[in-house]
């Protein structure tokens, strides 16, 4: 049957629709993972160990045991071993994703403060709390370390990072011959606080068994990624285990692995024989769900006097757990932003007793395009170019690290777009003082990977009799918009007013996708939908075609067009029936189309980018060393955009997250005890509304044929790349300071 593809006038995909899950979320009608309410609900707390390194040489539960309301306490002496931990592999595999390869209470050994020894399990979570206060600990401590000041010479060069799927040295070209033959050299280091996600939802899991079956609620980036984790760690079928997780309270990277707390919750609820909710303080969710790993970056430029680049190296040092080679892959966007014949980036890493470090938004971009955006900005200033400028002379046409041509690209456009609505002429003039607050103005460039996944994605798609549609697929929406972006591209295939149509999403019985990682969500869930819809469609229209009681009986397939949610002729738009029309004379409850999309590869013959431009104006009060950001402008080519407000605000959102980053985020690791210092929303400082300037978003349309059907590149990370670059250059800018150290503190500016 034909492919009908004139349903222009029901274009649902793009507009700005309100979130269709806007009302519950401000109403309290939605139901997080930690409010799961359940028969006979019982409670865990966790307990976490209070030095970096060593062995537990005694736990004494007695007096926890014996509190009131306590039904258990599981130490190392008396959880199940897991059946077997499975490989470290990014959640956006399918596979089994756990957050490290260590589970914790195998043993007595203790590799990091905040590992958990201990679950408390009572009948009200108040004394569980109160009785994991009374859980006896003590340590045989041992040497740690725990800040890369401290284990500098101890550095190593690991063969892959980021999970085995990121090459620990990539080298391309000649970069000696490159940096002998520049005649301009630059090499600047560059500092970053390690940082904490901080999603207002801590993490939580509630776990049920029913016989040999388990029910997990879980807050998670990936139902799936749960459900594949958990199995593994209890050696059960997976196909015994379904999870679900609704809403999820904003997740930024640390609900895409799977921590060891939904296995622990599962392992509790077994063992007392009734359900189980363990839900993580703000305090644990600083040891128990990974972070942004401190780093320092070094980067070597050479370029000849027009600003042309003739080398490009990029070294990271930072710390990884002592059992996982992780760091967030910051060179492998920063090696494809620029046309550069000789490359050379290599990784890192020191064993530290902390966590192993995870994703967290922008994982690598927001770091590795900060130091590239403030090198460039320094060779500009080398050479008295414009940094605008010295962009577009090292514009790369095809992808540098393969040669291959990007799928789709529209960054000359953000450059233009950008600077035009950002005013970036006035750069151009000397920068001007407003009372104490000197002025500058600054910009980077910015760019995102496309992650295709790597497997089929799934979706299933029902039209009712009533004339309501569902469509369903197991991603979670964690904040992102995509339930009602997967309903609107849903309607509009359909040919159905959004009003008519519910998307479902959040549960492994439903088709499976990959968890939602990388900024892939939007693209590869609506290929998924898509191809449903399309799929129910078809069906009918085939249906209606074949049955003599239609009046578009023995019409032309291709004569048949979706209008004002009904099948027509196309040259008669006042001909035809509805679906609901159609089945109810044929006393069919609904009907129903699955539909799968099978992605790209990761070889692929494309570089897959989403590209952007960073603009930022600050105030500097140089003797109070404050720093105010008064506009940020970014100009991005995300593709196809679904929904343009939700889109707008994930857009916005990265930027301010790049704000964050370049003022106040930083998770402060206190050396000598091994602990973070601020664990907490009191002291880890996240921007608030009062913080927010004026942020402007102008989209760039541009066309891909390769990431997925639809053409989404993806929004939900590249507001952040080049943000903080963009502030930093402006502060130096105004005042002449380079700060190469992030976040930028009042004592780094005084
Ligand atoms: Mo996102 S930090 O890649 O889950």
Redesign the pocket.
């Known amino acids: 049957m034909s492919t009908v593809t004139d349903y222009t006038a029901d274009t649902a995909i793009g507009q700005p629709l309100d979130r269709v899950d806007g009302r519950p979320k401000v109403t309290g009608g939605a139901r997080y993972t930690a409010e799961t309410a359940l028969p006979g609900l019982t409670h865990a707390v966790l307990v976490g160990a209070r030095v970096p390194s060593g062995r537990i040489t005694t736990i004494d539960t007695g007096e926890a045991e014996a509190a009131d309301g306590v039904l258990a306490v599981l130490t190392h002496a008396n959880l199940p071993k897991i059946a077997a931990q499975p490989p470290l592999v990014p959640?956006?595999a399918g596979a089994a994703a756990p957050g490290e390869t260590f589970f914790p209470m195998q043993d007595d050994t203790v590799h990091y403060a905040g590992q958990h020894v201990a679950v408390v399990i009572a009948d009200t979570y108040e004394r569980a709390l109160y009785a994991a206060h009374l859980v006896k600990i003590s340590y045989a401590e041992s040497e740690s370390v725990t800040v890369l000041d401290q284990a500098r010479d101890q550095a190593y060069e690991p063969e892959a990072i980021f999970g085995g799927f990121v090459p620990g040295r990539v080298e391309r070209g000649d970069v000696r011959a490159g940096l002998e033959k520049a005649e301009i050299q630059l090499e600047a280091t560059y500092t970053f606080a390690a940082n904490h996600?901080n999603a207002i939802e801590t993490s939580a899991t509630t776990a049920q068994w029913d016989g040999d079956q388990l029910t997990l609620h879980d807050a998670t980036?990936g139902v799936t990624a749960t459900q594949h984790t958990v199995a593994a760690l209890l050696g059960i079928p997976h196909s015994k285990i379904r999870v679900i997780g609704h809403y999820v309270g904003g997740?930024?990277?640390?609900?895409?692995m799977v921590w060891h707390h939904s296995a622990l919750a599962a392992l509790a609820a077994r063992h007392v024989g009734r359900p189980v909710r363990l839900a993580l303080t703000r305090e644990q969710m600083f040891t128990s769900c990974g972070h942004r790993e401190e780093q320092e970056q070094q980067i070597t430029l050479g370029a000849d006097h027009d600003g042309r680049l003739t080398a490009l190296r990029h070294h990271k040092l930072s710390p990884t757990s002592h059992f996982d080679h992780w760091a967030e892959p910051s060179l492998g966007v920063a090696e494809r932003m620029y046309a550069c014949d000789n490359y050379e980036g290599v990784y890192r890493l020191i064993r530290a007793n902390t966590m192993t470090p995870?994703?967290?938004?922008?994982?690598g971009e927001a770091t590795g395009l900060f130091a590239l955006e403030c090198a460039m900005d320094e060779l500009a200033e080398r050479l008295s170019r414009d940094p605008l400028d010295l962009r577009l002379r090292n514009f790369a046409e095809v992808d540098p690290s393969t040669g291959n041509p990007w799928s789709s690209h529209g960054l000359k456009e953000c450059y233009q777009r950008g600077a035009e609505r950002f005013g970036w002429e006035r750069r151009a003039h000397p920068p001007v003082r407003d009372g104490n607050w000197m002025i500058g103005l600054g910009m980077a460039a910015s760019a995102y990977p496309v992650?295709p996944p790597s497997n089929p994605q799934r979706a299933r798609a029902r039209v009712y009799a009533d004339g309501t549609a569902v469509v369903q697929a197991a991603v979670s929406d964690f904040g992102t918009g995509v339930t009602t972006a997967m309903t609107q591209v849903a309607a509009e295939a359909l040919g159905l007013p959004v009003e008519q149509v519910r998307f479902e999403g959040g549960d492994t019985d439903l088709p499976n996708v990959a968890?939602?990682?990388?900024?892939?969500g939007a693209g590869m869930i609506s290929a998924a939908v898509h191809s449903a819809a399309i799929a129910l469609r078809d069906q009918l229209i085939a249906q209606a075609l074949a049955d003599p009681g239609s009046p578009l009986h023995g019409a032309a397939p291709d004569a048949v067009i979706l209008r004002g949610g009904r099948m027509v002729l196309r040259d008669r738009p006042d001909s035809g029936e509805s679906y609901a029309e159609m089945l109810r004379r044929n006393f069919q409850p609904d009907a129903e189309a699955s539909g799968a999309w099978s992605p790209p590869g990761r070889d692929a013959p494309y570089g897959m980018l989403t590209f952007g431009a960073q603009f930022a104006e600050v105030a500097v009060d140089p003797g109070l060393g404050l720093v105010r950001v008064r506009r940020m402008t970014g100009a991005f080519a995300p593709g196809r955009v679904l929904n343009a407000k939700t889109a707008r605000s994930q857009l916005m959102g990265g930027m301010l997250w790049g704000l964050s980053q370049a003022l106040l985020e930083a998770s402060v690791m206190e050396a000598r005890t091994g602990r973070w210092a601020n664990a907490s929303l009191g002291e880890y400082l996240v921007p608030v509304n009062a913080d927010a300037p004026e942020v402007e978003v102008e989209l760039v349309e541009v066309t891909d044929s390769v990431v997925n059907p639809l053409g989404v590149k993806g929004v939900?990370?590249i507001g952040q790349a080049g943000a903080a670059a963009a502030i930093a250059n402006a502060v130096h800018h105004a005042t002449g300071r380079r700060i190469r150290q992030l976040p930028i503190t009042i004592e780094s500016l005084l």
């Open positions: 959640s956006l996600h980036q997740s930024f990277g640390g609900k895409a995870t994703f967290m938004r922008c994982p992650y968890a939602a990682v990388g900024s892939s939900g990370e």
